[in-house]
């Protein structure tokens, strides 16, 4: 049962190291310095010579051997032979293991002097060994020789730290005894992973080479460094006994001499020698792995959970059949399907904390990033007071504008609405990317192991997304032409912003009139100067002041050029009319009266809270300048273009019987010529200083403008979320799994959407005969233990 343990350990060994396997099994590890004769120790338990030899580092890479005892045969020729791992090969010439180790090791370790922690298995059988696993590791250097690594003792301390730190690892130590045992490197090591020596075994080389006088025996019998395993001397053979091919049986014989006949060691020889060291190694490795057994079937029961785990997540192979493929088929895709609507509604099992995902993009989207770019739209980007200035007069024709033409307000804000579209359709390219990033998110490890049918369920969902990105991008952009298309100025919100511009008072300017009203006399007189005359008469046009109040307001509308000209319609009237000097004296003081009325009345209607009609009333008066004092008729007349192309100088006045119609009829060619210059010019300077009109004009559209695009915006902030919301994401989400069905479930699809690929069917294959492995290795050793207790 015993020789079973150690067959059983070294079957799992070659699986495991073949598989893959994780479970650590019972072995014997060599330990030692370099030239400690670690190497002819391994030699002599074998019985033969097959090792590498050598100067400096020879073994570079864990040589893993193991002794099988095999029962002598008169029919077999070779009843000893050697088979390794990587090669299917029967070595019966020992020598060719030496080059078959070196050949394997250049292969992988390279020509130089680096090492490889990758271990080299062999095995050996014959008559003449016990059952039995070494593991020869290189031996533990200083400083680095010849062309060797820098970090050479490094590299080896750290593969020898891995084998035996493992607490199923007996540790045999090799010192050579002509060395003070406190420089030893090996016990060193073990006392570190060991520090109590339950694991350790002492192995003494070179007792022949001590210097005379000197022994080993308190290091033999455990009073210098005490081990629970001992210590064990062996001799060696010499280098000139290896260049001479000394046969190894006269070099056991004459180590069993040794011992009998030195006079320290002559009583304790039956402790020591080969013969005795490999039968104690075989029966301390049988040993452990009887303690170690329990243990290794719990490691196994927890191994072959795992590994039926793994094996889980691949899938069984057999439920790929014909038969099954369409059920599986559709569980596909409807887990993909609830993946990616759970996504986006926030309902996924794997939320991060790290960074949004899936539908908090969308309203980061909706509502940072799209409310963001609206925000930092200008509402009046791009409008000069120049082209509100041309529109309006596009806007009105041939004649004046008495009040800001609404064509002009249309004509302007229509653009600026135009500025929305762009936020808005990037909007919903944004959100369609979001979708398509969810898409590719969306998978499991059991949807990765078919490549093909993942990848035809992300094409099926994006083909549906850009199906619904045109229909949801026209809608959009249908929104802002439907804002465009009306300009509803009865908005409720749009009045209040209105009227609150409204009663904005304009800035009160101070115009100096610089008209000269001259009496019959040739006496200049002021123009708001009134006699007793002129009270009475003013008494008589507003005995209550309502009446007053009516002919401010109509003269606050004088300010346009259509009042302008019936002033100047009725002063040459009046004149042509006086046929007498006290007439033509009386009609001068009545229009000096009703200049005074005007001026007097002008500035009480443009109090606020003076007149009834309040809000309405300063609003009437910002555009007819009830704020300000206009200029004269006089004024005018001298400014306007239908007058003579004569300048006149400072101080000339017109007749009083001078018309303006005869007035152009002698200039008449020299008035056109500068009339067509005066049009050519005036459209294309967009730096020409504007009037108070103008500028009041433009104030006023701009704020309206700025209070419609606001109206405007909001709208669109609110409708193009839940235009795409509706047509593309809901849509979507309502529809991908019906698309999906329709699309990929079709028999004739199966076989191509669940083909696997070839690395991952070869991994299933490997776990699988792990998982195997494991299984019989559990029910041997369950029998192994049943045997033991029986």
Same mark, same amino acid.
């Given at each position: 049962?015993?020789?079973?343990?150690?067959?059983?350990?070294? $079957?799992? /060994?070659?699986?495991?190291?073949?598989?893959?396997?994780?479970?650590?099994?019972?072995?014997?590890?060599?330990?030692?310095?370099?030239?400690?004769?670690?190497?002819?120790?391994?030699?002599?338990?074998?019985?033969?010579?097959?090792?590498?030899?050598?100067?400096g580092i020879v073994t570079r890479r864990p040589l893993v051997l193991q002794l099988i005892h095999t029962p002598a045969s008169p029919s077999d020729t070779y009843t000893e032979y050697a088979q390794f791992l990587h090669v299917d090969k029967r070595f019966t010439d020992f020598k060719e293991v030496r080059r078959e180790i070196e050949s394997e090791t250049f292969r992988v370790a390279g020509q130089n002097k680096g090492i490889s922690k990758l271990p080299i298995h062999l095995r050996i059988y014959s008559p003449n060994v016990?059952?039995?696993?070494?593991?020869?590791?290189? *031996?533990?250097? $200083?400083?680095?020789v010849g062309d060797q690594p820098s970090d050479i003792e490094r590299q080896i301390r750290n593969l020898v730290m891995d084998y035996i730190s493992k607490p199923n690892c007996v540790i045999l130590s090799v010192s050579a005894a002509n060395v003070d045992l406190a420089n030893s490197d090996s016990l060193k090591l073990a006392r570190s992973v060991d520090p109590q020596g339950?694991?350790?075994?002492?192995?003494?080389? $070179?007792?022949?080479?001590?210097?005379?006088?000197?022994?080993?025996?308190?290091?033999?019998?455990?009073?210098?460094?005490?081990?629970?395993? +001992?210590?064990?001397?062996?001799?060696?053979?010499?280098q000139q006994d290896i260049n001479a091919e000394l046969d190894m049986t006269a070099a056991l014989d004459r180590e069993t001499e040794f011992f009998r006949n030195h006079a320290a060691y002559r009583n304790i020889s039956h402790r020591n020698g080969t013969k005795f060291l490999a039968k104690t190694l075989n029966q301390v490795l049988m040993n452990h792995i009887r303690d170690k057994l329990p243990d290794m079937k719990a490691r196994l029961?927890?191994?072959?959970?795992?590994?039926? /785990?793994?094996?889980?997540?691949? *899938?069984?192979?057999?439920?790929? +059949?014909?038969?099954?493929?369409? !059920?599986?088929?559709?569980?596909?895709?409807? /887990?993909?399907?609830?993946?990616?609507?759970?996504s986006i509604e926030g309902t996924s099992l794997e939320i991060s904390t790290k960074e949004l995902s +899936?539908?908090?993009?969308?309203?980061?989207?909706?509502?940072?990033?799209?409310?963001? &770019?609206?925000?930092?739209?200008?509402?009046?980007?791009? %409008?000069?007071?120049?082209?509100i200035r041309t529109a309006i007069r596009n806007s009105t024709g041939p004649r004046p504008s008495l009040f800001v033409p609404e064509a002009a307000f249309d004509l302007l804000v229509k653009p600026q609405i135009k500025l929305l579209e762009s936020p808005s359709l990037r909007c919903v390219e944004?959100?369609?990317?979001?979708?398509?990033?969810?898409?590719?998110?969306?998978?499991?490890?059991? %949807?990765?192991?078919?490549?093909?049918?993942?990848?035809?369920?992300?094409?099926?969902?994006?083909?549906?997304?850009?199906?619904?990105?045109?229909?949801? !991008?026209?809608?959009?952009?249908?929104?802002?032409?439907? /804002?465009?298309?009306?300009?509803?100025?009865?908005?409720p919100s749009f009045v209040t912003a209105s009227t609150a511009v409204a009663k904005e008072p304009p800035p009160r300017k101070q115009i100096t009139v610089v008209e000269s009203n001259l009496s019959p006399s040739g006496v200049d007189t002021p123009v708001n100067g009134v006699d007793e005359d002129d009270d009475n008469s003013s008494d008589q046009l507003t005995p209550n002041g309502g009446a007053s109040h009516s002919s401010a307001s109509r003269e606050g509308r004088s300010v346009s050029s259509t009042l302008h000209d019936r002033a100047r319609e009725k002063h040459s009237t009046s004149s042509t009319l006086s046929t007498g000097s006290h007439r033509h004296h009386h009609s001068s003081r009545s229009e000096r009266r009703s200049a005074a009325s005007a001026a007097a009345a002008a500035p009480q209607s443009a109090v606020p809270g003076s007149s009834p009609m309040g809000a309405r009333d300063s609003f009437l008066n910002m555009f007819f300048g009830g704020h300000q004092s206009e200029p004269t008729p006089s004024v005018v007349r001298s400014s306007s273009p239908f007058r003579s192309g004569k300048s006149r100088k400072s101080g000339d006045l017109a007749e009083p019987g001078e018309s303006r119609i005869g007035g152009m009829e002698g200039n008449a060619a020299f008035d056109m010529k500068s009339l067509g210059k005066h049009i050519d010019m005036t459209p294309s300077d967009p730096t020409a200083t504007l009037s108070n009109r103008e500028e009041m004009e433009a104030t006023l559209i701009r704020n309206?403008?700025?209070?419609?695009? !606001?109206?405007?915006?909001?709208?669109?902030?609110? %409708?193009?979320?839940?235009?795409?919301?509706?047509?593309?994401?809901?849509?979507?989400?309502?529809?991908?799994?019906?698309?999906?069905?329709?699309?990929?479930?079709?028999p004739d699809l199966f076989a191509g959407l669940l083909h696997e690929d070839d690395a991952l069917v070869n991994e299933r294959a490997r776990?699988? !005969?792990?998982?195997?492995?494991? $299984?019989? &290795?559990?029910?041997?050793?369950?029998?192994?233990? %049943?045997?033991?207790?029986?």
């Amino acid at each position: 049962m015993d020789g079973d343990l150690i067959k059983l350990v070294n $079957k799992l /060994q070659d699986t495991f190291s073949n598989l893959g396997g994780e479970l650590d099994m019972p072995q014997l590890a060599v330990v030692g310095s370099q030239s400690a004769g670690k190497s002819s120790v391994l030699e002599n338990i074998v019985g033969r010579d097959f090792l590498p030899r050598g100067q400096g580092i020879v073994t570079r890479r864990p040589l893993v051997l193991q002794l099988i005892h095999t029962p002598a045969s008169p029919s077999d020729t070779y009843t000893e032979y050697a088979q390794f791992l990587h090669v299917d090969k029967r070595f019966t010439d020992f020598k060719e293991v030496r080059r078959e180790i070196e050949s394997e090791t250049f292969r992988v370790a390279g020509q130089n002097k680096g090492i490889s922690k990758l271990p080299i298995h062999l095995r050996i059988y014959s008559p003449n060994v016990l059952d039995l696993t070494l593991v020869d590791l290189p *031996g533990l250097t $200083k400083i680095p020789v010849g062309d060797q690594p820098s970090d050479i003792e490094r590299q080896i301390r750290n593969l020898v730290m891995d084998y035996i730190s493992k607490p199923n690892c007996v540790i045999l130590s090799v010192s050579a005894a002509n060395v003070d045992l406190a420089n030893s490197d090996s016990l060193k090591l073990a006392r570190s992973v060991d520090p109590q020596g339950r694991r350790t075994i002492g192995v003494l080389t $070179k007792l022949d080479l001590m210097d005379a006088g000197t022994n080993a025996v308190d290091i033999l019998s455990g009073r210098v460094y005490p081990l629970k395993l +001992g210590f064990i001397g062996v001799v060696n053979r010499s280098q000139q006994d290896i260049n001479a091919e000394l046969d190894m049986t006269a070099a056991l014989d004459r180590e069993t001499e040794f011992f009998r006949n030195h006079a320290a060691y002559r009583n304790i020889s039956h402790r020591n020698g080969t013969k005795f060291l490999a039968k104690t190694l075989n029966q301390v490795l049988m040993n452990h792995i009887r303690d170690k057994l329990p243990d290794m079937k719990a490691r196994l029961n927890t191994l072959m959970g795992q590994t039926q /785990q793994e094996l889980d997540s691949f *899938g069984d192979a057999a439920l790929f +059949g014909p038969q099954h493929q369409g !059920s599986l088929v559709l569980k596909l895709m409807t /887990q993909f399907a609830r993946d990616f609507v759970s996504s986006i509604e926030g309902t996924s099992l794997e939320i991060s904390t790290k960074e949004l995902s +899936g539908g908090a993009r969308i309203y980061y989207i909706f509502n940072d990033v799209f409310g963001h &770019a609206l925000e930092s739209i200008d509402s009046t980007s791009g %409008l000069s007071s120049h082209d509100i200035r041309t529109a309006i007069r596009n806007s009105t024709g041939p004649r004046p504008s008495l009040f800001v033409p609404e064509a002009a307000f249309d004509l302007l804000v229509k653009p600026q609405i135009k500025l929305l579209e762009s936020p808005s359709l990037r909007c919903v390219e944004m959100v369609y990317e979001e979708l398509v990033k969810i898409c590719h998110n969306c998978t499991n490890a059991e %949807l990765q192991r078919f490549p093909r049918l993942h990848a035809q369920l992300i094409e099926t969902v994006s083909e549906l997304l850009r199906e619904r990105l045109g229909p949801t !991008s026209e809608y959009t952009k249908s929104l802002i032409e439907i /804002q465009a298309a009306y300009i509803n100025t009865n908005h409720p919100s749009f009045v209040t912003a209105s009227t609150a511009v409204a009663k904005e008072p304009p800035p009160r300017k101070q115009i100096t009139v610089v008209e000269s009203n001259l009496s019959p006399s040739g006496v200049d007189t002021p123009v708001n100067g009134v006699d007793e005359d002129d009270d009475n008469s003013s008494d008589q046009l507003t005995p209550n002041g309502g009446a007053s109040h009516s002919s401010a307001s109509r003269e606050g509308r004088s300010v346009s050029s259509t009042l302008h000209d019936r002033a100047r319609e009725k002063h040459s009237t009046s004149s042509t009319l006086s046929t007498g000097s006290h007439r033509h004296h009386h009609s001068s003081r009545s229009e000096r009266r009703s200049a005074a009325s005007a001026a007097a009345a002008a500035p009480q209607s443009a109090v606020p809270g003076s007149s009834p009609m309040g809000a309405r009333d300063s609003f009437l008066n910002m555009f007819f300048g009830g704020h300000q004092s206009e200029p004269t008729p006089s004024v005018v007349r001298s400014s306007s273009p239908f007058r003579s192309g004569k300048s006149r100088k400072s101080g000339d006045l017109a007749e009083p019987g001078e018309s303006r119609i005869g007035g152009m009829e002698g200039n008449a060619a020299f008035d056109m010529k500068s009339l067509g210059k005066h049009i050519d010019m005036t459209p294309s300077d967009p730096t020409a200083t504007l009037s108070n009109r103008e500028e009041m004009e433009a104030t006023l559209i701009r704020n309206l403008i700025a209070s419609y695009f !606001s109206i405007v915006r909001q709208s669109i902030q609110d %409708l193009v979320p839940k235009a795409i919301m509706h047509f593309l994401v809901n849509h979507t989400s309502e529809h991908v799994q019906n698309r999906l069905v329709s699309t990929l479930y079709k028999p004739d699809l199966f076989a191509g959407l669940l083909h696997e690929d070839d690395a991952l069917v070869n991994e299933r294959a490997r776990v699988k !005969s792990l998982l195997d492995a494991y $299984k019989e &290795a559990f029910r041997t050793l369950s029998e192994v233990t %049943l045997k033991s207790t029986s």
